[in-house]
């Protein structure tokens, strides 16, 4: 975008200043010697001389700011009509050279802004996409178990009854399904804050063994907890424990009746890890890769009222807070959930 605005009033208020300051020194030299001598009008055209050279040379400097000027409005239309992407150029020095500077600055900001944006509208697309098929399918029995029982269809007491039980076991999983769902996505957001201060890992081991201790009796395994009782973390207490009930209830979910589970800590002055392992059936290893995606189940058989979100969430909460989680497997074996938070 050009525009010979500001060169034109230039060029008219030097000329006017030019004029003025000729006329000045012809009245000046009238008024010292009552006539133009000759050595005056050497004097008038050496003025007019150096007038020329400045507006020439002034003129140049100007043109040159204007169109480096010019350059970066051209930037700006092409970043704004069509997104170009802008190949940042040094400046060393000067105002425009700050200016260039701080516009790619603005471009950089804009960029990242819009493509938080975007990703913020791909993973809310994707979290309503997958809801929305994973409440298919409970919505389905349910309105077939409405069905049946509006119609009286089933007139046994008993069927009655298994079906009003799995009815509520339905409900239980979808209602277990959408906040686990929105909980991940708050955090996938960074619309939760994760409040961190040193924390007795024993009080959280404390929780999460209160949060599965009636799942684990109904399947007749051992909660072992070992570990320094007197380490600490700097964590969110009540997020971390939501993290080790998943892996416990995962741990619980893929073992056997009888077999032990444990939730065990190893401290140093570099890191603190957190271990959940069982005797479970283990996780084959080309699966290992995937164990973390939104409802990503390796067994269906096993539980099929499991969700599939609970790693996913585990994760996600371990990784708000600088940690990281890990597992190793051995299938027929067993399963080993690693979170490691440095010091």
């Not at 444990?262 to 401290?267: H, K, M």
Request: hydrophobic share 40%; aromatic share 10%.
């Amino acid at each position: 975008m050009e525009s010979d605005y500001e060169r034109n009033r230039y060029k008219i208020q030097y000329i006017v200043g030019s004029i003025i300051c000729i006329f000045a020194l012809v009245i000046w030299l009238w008024v010292c010697d009552n006539r133009i001598s000759f050595m005056g009008a050497g004097c008038i055209g050496i003025v007019l001389l150096f007038l020329l050279f400045f507006y020439l040379l002034s003129a140049s400097k100007m043109n040159r700011i204007y169109r480096e000027m010019e350059q970066l409005s051209t930037l700006m239309t092409q970043v704004m009509e069509q997104g170009a992407d802008v190949v940042e150029e040094e400046y060393l020095e000067g105002t425009v050279g700050i200016l260039y500077t701080n516009f790619y600055k603005m471009v950089g900001v804009l960029k990242e802004s819009h493509d938080r944006e975007w990703k913020e509208k791909i993973f809310l697309r994707d979290i309503i996409s997958d809801i929305s098929h994973q409440l298919k399918t409970p919505l389905a029995s349910l309105n077939v178990f409405v069905d049946l029982l509006l119609e009286d269809k089933v007139e046994d007491k008993d069927k009655q009854k298994q079906i009003l039980a799995e009815a509520e076991n339905q409900l239980n999983r979808m209602e277990w399904m959408v906040l686990s769902m929105l909980k991940l996505a708050r955090i996938e957001a960074g619309s939760i804050q994760f409040e961190q201060e040193m924390i007795p890992v024993d009080t959280i081991f404390l929780q999460a063994e209160n949060g599965v201790k009636q799942l684990i009796r109904d399947k007749h395994q051992h909660l072992l907890i070992e570990g320094d009782k007197d380490s600490m973390l700097e964590c969110d207490a009540d997020w971390l424990t939501e993290a080790l009930i998943n892996l416990l209830k995962n741990a619980s979910d893929y073992s056997q009746e009888g077999k032990r589970i444990w939730l065990r800590v190893e401290s140093s002055n570099v890191y603190t890890r957190i271990y959940v392992e069982d005797e479970g059936m283990g996780i084959p290893e080309e699966e290992l890769p995937n164990i973390f995606r939104r409802f990503y189940r390796v067994h269906n058989e096993v539980n099929p009222n499991s969700v599939g979100i609970g790693l996913s969430l585990a994760k996600s909460i371990v990784e708000g807070m600088d940690g990281r989680i890990s597992v190793r497997s051995k299938e027929g074996k067993g399963t080993c959930f690693i979170l490691t938070f440095v010091q």
